[in-house]
Structures are given as C-alpha cells and as structure tokens.
C-alpha cells in the first residue's frame, strides 16, 4: 500500500512539475496542433479518404501482430510498405492534400493579408470589373431564359482554370449580355461548352468541365448541371447555369447546386460569392497585419499601407 502511495506521489510531483514549466507557447503548440488535427480528421471523414485510412490502419495492426508473433515472411512484406510510407501517403491522398492547401490558401486570413499587403488600388478596379461583368451575366441568362437556351457560365476565382480554358476557344473580351447570348445560341459553335469568365472578361468559350463524381445527385439533373457541380467540386469557382429543358436558373459552389434564381436574386447572390464585403475584408486584414506589427504609422494614429 505505501509502495503504491508512493507512486502516486511521484506521479503527483512528476504533474506538478510539468506544469510549472508549462508557458504560452506550449499552450499555442498545443492548439495548432489539436486543429490541424480536428481538421485532418474532418477532411478524411468527408472523403472517400476513410476508407484508405482504415486499410492503412489494418496493415499497420497486422505490421506489429508480424513483429511479435514472429512471423518473418508477412513482416517483411509489410515493412516495405511502412519504410515507403510517406510516398505511398501522398499518392493515395494526392487529390485529399491538394484539396487541403487549396483550402488553406483560399481561407479567410490568407485573403484578408493578400487584400492588405496588396493595398486598395488593384482591389478597387478589380471590384468594379466584376460588378460589371456580374450586371452582363445577369442580363445575357435573362435573354437566354426568355429564348429557353441552355448556358454554363463559369466565374474563376482563386483557382486558375488553365486546364479548363485549353479545352475551349480563348475569346479574351469584354463582357456583354449581347456576346453571352451569341455565344449560347442553340446554332453557335461554342454553345455546347462552358464559359469561362477572368477579372471580369470573357476569357474562354466552349470548354469542357469535369462531370460531379457524386453517386447522389437527383437523376433529373442533365449534364449541364452535373458538369457545374463537378467543376465547383474542383475548384472554388462559381457556376451559373442556365436549363435548356425548364429555363430555370441556378448556381453551383463548392458542389452544392442551388436553384430557382431570379434576375434579383441571382446578382444578389453573385455579388455575395464574388465580391462579398470587401470594407470587412480590408479592416480584418489591417488588423492582422497590426498584430503582426506590420501596419504603418502616420500622425498620431496607425494607418494601414
């Protein structure tokens, strides 16, 4: 009994001990780490990355069952796979990791330091093109609504679509309600493809977007809106599109579909996903940036760049 008393004694000091030695920058360690953590576990319960990681669990299980029952041949075997590990790990969660810097780099704090860093100019004139461009696309699906044309209009945003705008025709003009509807006509060459649109330009026509890899997408869904899907599921872009068969608007982000836009409805929601609160943005990243200690001083007070 006093041998056990003792040792929880011990354990006691050794507690104590540690936690004297406990700063703040242990505190900060630990809270990265347990989110990047919390975010790992969530990117693979939402992908068919679960599956992997339990096989890669199981041959890890049989791994250690090898090396202590003795079982030279299968411990072998699996030791060349957990000595490759790290390779193998970024092959089969090649498209999970990509997802997962994309997503970094598209995170609000990364923007708000770009927008800050970048100064007002650039974003002012940038603003203006793609409320332009925004207005345009408005007015060239309510032509093609009225006419019962069919469109796939494709916003980039952070994700470059090079990839995309190969398998298309590069147009590289201003956009017009007037040129969208050429574009769509049922008659046009390049009204079969998507539209790409770049800082507020038409920059691409006729170019072939990945179809949605989702098993649970209503079958009453054509291809247009399947191929929205599967390019919102890949990149961060916004997809408008336009039915042929009911006329009937809708958007695509981040492989979800929403439908049933009005004129009203669908600038509103586009001025959102696009240009959203660029005041916010800027003042949020002045304040990183303060933190940081990074902001200018002029007079009295502090003025950001």
Known sequence: MDAVLESIARAGQTVLGLARQF?????????????LLYELIKLVRDTRAGQLVKGIILLVVLFLVSHYANLLMLNQILRAFV???????????????????????HSKVAKSLATAVGGNKDREAEVLAIRKAIGEVVDGTAIL???????????????????????????????????????FFNKAPLHDGAMILRDGRIYAAGCILPLTSNDGVSAELGTRHRAALGMSENSDAVVVV???????????????????????????????????????????GKRILGKLGLTGKKGGGNHGR
């Open 23 to 35: 700063e703040l920058r242990d505190a900060v360690d630990v809270l990265i780490v347990t989110f």
């Open 83 to 105: 000595q490759s590990a790290i390779i193998v790990v970024v092959i089969l969660f090649q498209p999970e990791i990509r997802k997962a810097l994309e997503q970094v780099g």
């Open 145 to 183: 609504q009225r006419l019962r044309m069919g469109a796939l209009i494709v916003f980039e945003r952070e994700t470059k679509l090079g990839e995309i705008v190969a398998t298309g025709t590069v147009v590289d003009a201003d956009a017009s309600a007037q040129l969208i509807g050429n574009i």
């Open 242 to 284: 336009v039915s042929e068969e009911t006329a009937q608007i809708s958007i695509a982000v981040g492989g979800n579909l929403t439908r049933n836009y009005t004129r009203v409805t669908l600038a509103d929601q586009l001025e959102r996903l696009l240009i959203g609160s660029p005041e916010s943005s800027q003042s949020s």
